[in-house]
């Protein structure tokens, strides 16, 4: 069975820094490309962060370009996100997703909540 | 303001057929294919339709998906009480180089 299990959110104050990981099992992670979304309280989904199978392609969203960086270390199965300089905005639960494309496989974690606030 | 438009809600009764749509451009949903998903309360996504069209193993013949064009659609028939949920769809958009998600339709069985 395929589990994607995130981790390392909190409360943290504006400007501060954060680390999220994701740990990956029931698949061949290395095989796969991966993304982050995170979804405000009450809000949609707004895709974060994508990564290529070899971190060889990167992509941000606008609104955290600069701010945040992805990675994932394939021979522990991992996936991260680093945050910086973190805002109100900020504020949400983050997934960890692989998401359909070619194929219908299509994972995603059960979310961890990062709550920026004073 | 999201790049692909859903309407914020839907409704109907059990028994009956409801359809979501989704509006984007040429560089997302006229270029690359349609993923949608169902977000219950408190869980994550999961996704009904990929590939505009294609079901996963284990969902319903109920759900199905269309596209023409720049825009996407959604149909759920035979409405059950526990298809209410958020409905989302998303697609690559080639300008942005990124993923981008519809707005959310709320979709409420009466």
């Known amino acids: 069975e395929v589990y994607l299990v995130e981790s390392g959110g909190g409360l943290i104050e504006p400007g501060g820094s954060l680390r999220l990981s994701c740990a990956a099992s029931g698949f061949t992670f290395s095989t796969h490309t991966m993304n982050w979304v995170r979804q405000a309280p009450g809000k949609g989904l707004e895709w974060v962060s994508y990564?290529?199978?070899?971190?060889?392609?990167?992509y941000y969203a606008d609104s955290v370009k600069g701010r945040f960086t992805v990675s994932r270390d394939n021979a522990k199965n991992s996936l991260y996100l680093q945050m910086n300089s973190l805002r109100a905005e900020d504020t949400a639960v983050y997934y960890c997703?692989?998401?359909?494309?070619?194929?219908?496989?299509?994972?995603w974690g059960q979310g961890t909540l990062v709550t920026v606030s004073s | 303001q999201s790049v692909l438009t859903q309407p914020p809600s839907a409704s109907g009764t059990p028994g009956q057929r409801v359809t979501i749509s989704c509006s984007g451009s040429?560089?997302?949903?006229?270029?690359?294919?349609v993923n949608w998903y169902q977000q219950l309360p408190g869980t994550a996504p999961k996704l009904l339709i990929y590939r505009n069209d294609q079901r996963p193993s284990g969902v319903p013949d109920r759900f199905s998906g269309s596209m023409s064009g720049t825009s996407a659609s959604l149909a759920i028939s035979g409405l059950q009480s526990d298809d209410e949920a958020d409905y989302y769809c998303?697609?690559?958009?080639?300008?942005?180089?990124?993923?981008?998600f519809g707005g959310g339709t709320k979709l409420t069985v009466l």
């Open positions: 990564i290529s199978q070899s971190s060889g392609t990167i």
């Open positions: 998303a697609a690559w958009d080639d300008s942005l180089h990124g993923r981008v």
């Open positions: 997703a692989k998401i359909a494309g070619t194929t219908g496989a299509d994972y």
């Open positions: 040429s560089s997302n949903i006229g270029t690359n294919r």
